[in-house]
């Protein structure tokens, strides 16, 4: 039906409006649209009714004897005599242990305090921040004493902490990541609040290094890329059966995802791959080429078993019949079992092992366990290593991230690909 101008009406509705009607309709409804617009951006979807508060997360900086601490902005130490408040103007402070005391000694000032311990420095202003060992963190800092040590224990907000853990995963320097690093910041908060559930150590949750997620602290630049994501994913975590899941990532899968850990053996590989393009074909490790010795194989496989580094010298002295087989593959095609043979002896490698039986000369394991083995045709003492990818090839590829986010998938479509079983839901 077409409406001409000035004659339009509505059928069945007896209201006939005139031009100054029609006027302040528009503009009545442009108020409200503006009204709307200020209140509630449409871009942002409603809270699922978040339930919890923002929780904070301890993170374990350092444990030793000796380091550096200093003050950029006011931090309170409360003692039982009186409260301390610590500046930039303390300059820069040894801490150590001294008589089962954890002593802090600066060109300025000298604390020896009996009590309390542990020591609690707490930020005075929002933007105060402390320096530990060269990186900058905000938050409380928590030192206890442990064993004749200290642990440097960072109590902050986890929205905080991501913001000192998303750049060190995800390259954040180019606008058309965006969406990769929002993925990323919905994994690492995830991974953090599961596992405040699944503490790390007695008075911390999370390791600052590898063991967990690596987080050089939130004190210093952080890149727009990752602040706009961490804001933007807000509270928003994966959970499983209503609780935040046990989630893993990686670096690169090199095509084909490991399936998840479960008790289902059938489980089968995933391509990482849409439309026939795969996601993270432009990692550097996408595609690799490795190079080994016998006489580094054997001296990974000593460092790795304690029987193997007993036999090592004679091994050297008189000169060995070594050969490699691979007796078992994971549904992606990983080496699941690595048998090393040496002079008819079997070693068998499982897992991170066979990564390690296999690194090279500086220590460093190989890239993946998707892999095969080719021998030198020249040279009997030399072999090579075809692989792919890098990491173990579970959970979400972040290359893969990056190729589906330039690929134009929202960063909920690329949580969704990675973990499917999983449910993306705002917690807070
Ligand atoms: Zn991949």
Not at 61 to 70: A, F, H, R
Not at 159 to 184: C, F, H, I, K, T
Not at 207 to 233: C, H, K, N
Not at 403 to 422: D, K, Q, S
Request: glycine share 8%; proline share 7%; hydrophobic share 40%.
């Amino acid at each position: 039906m077409l409406a001409s101008a000035g004659k339009w009406q509505i059928p069945g509705c007896p209201w006939k409006p005139s031009p100054a009607k029609v006027r302040g309709f528009f503009l009545l409804a442009a108020l409200m649209l503006a009204l709307f617009s200020c209140t509630r951006p449409m871009v942002k979807p409603a809270p699922e009714s978040p339930t919890a508060r923002e929780p904070t997360i301890r993170v374990l900086l350092t444990s030793g004897s000796e380091d550096q601490l200093q003050f950029n902005g006011t931090y309170r130490l409360a003692a039982e005599e009186a409260d301390y408040l610590l500046d930039a103007s303390h300059g820069q402070f040894q801490v150590s242990v001294h008589n089962h005391r954890i002593v802090l000694k600066s060109p300025a000032r000298f604390f020896d305090l009996v009590d309390p311990q542990p020591l609690t420095f707490d930020p005075v202003s929002p933007k105060a921040s402390f320096v530990w060992n060269g990186h900058s963190y905000r938050g409380r800092l928590i030192l206890i004493l442990s064993n004749g040590q200290f642990q440097a224990i960072n109590q902050l907000p986890v929205e905080a902490y991501l913001l000192g853990v998303v750049p060190n995963e995800m390259p954040s320097g180019n606008p058309e990541y965006r969406e990769a690093v929002r993925a990323q910041a919905v994994a690492a908060r995830t991974y953090a609040l599961h596992r405040l559930q699944h503490p790390a150590g007695e008075q911390f949750d999370v390791f600052s290094t590898v063991q967990d997620q690596v987080y050089w602290g939130s004190g210093g630049r952080i890149p727009e890329l990752v602040q706009e994501a961490v804001e933007a994913t807000r509270g928003e975590v994966l959970v499983a059966e209503g609780q935040p899941a046990a989630i893993q990532y990686h670096s690169t899968c090199g095509g084909i995802l490991e399936p998840p850990i479960q008790n289902d053996s059938a489980a089968s590989a995933q391509p990482d791959s849409s439309e026939g393009l795969f996601h993270c074909s432009a990692s550097p490790l996408y595609r690799w080429v490795e190079k080994r010795t016998v006489s580094q194989l054997l001296h990974n496989l000593a460092a790795v078993d304690g029987s193997a580094a007993k036999e090592l010298p004679g091994w050297q002295k008189k000169g060995v019949q070594v050969a490699l087989h691979v007796r078992e593959r994971s549904p992606s095609g990983r080496v699941a079992l690595l048998d090393v043979e040496v002079d008819s002896r079997h070693f068998p490698q499982r897992g991170y092992g066979v990564r390690q039986v296999l690194a090279d000369s500086l220590g460093r394991p190989l890239p993946s366990r998707l892999f095969f083995l080719l021998k030198s045709q020249k040279n009997p003492a030399l072999f090579y290593i075809i692989g792919a990818g890098w990491g173990h090839g579970r959970g979400m590829c972040q290359w893969g991230a990056l190729g589906m986010a330039l690929n134009g998938n929202g960063y909920r479509n690329i949580l969704h690909f990675y973990y499917p079983n999983l449910t993306l839901k705002k917690l807070y």
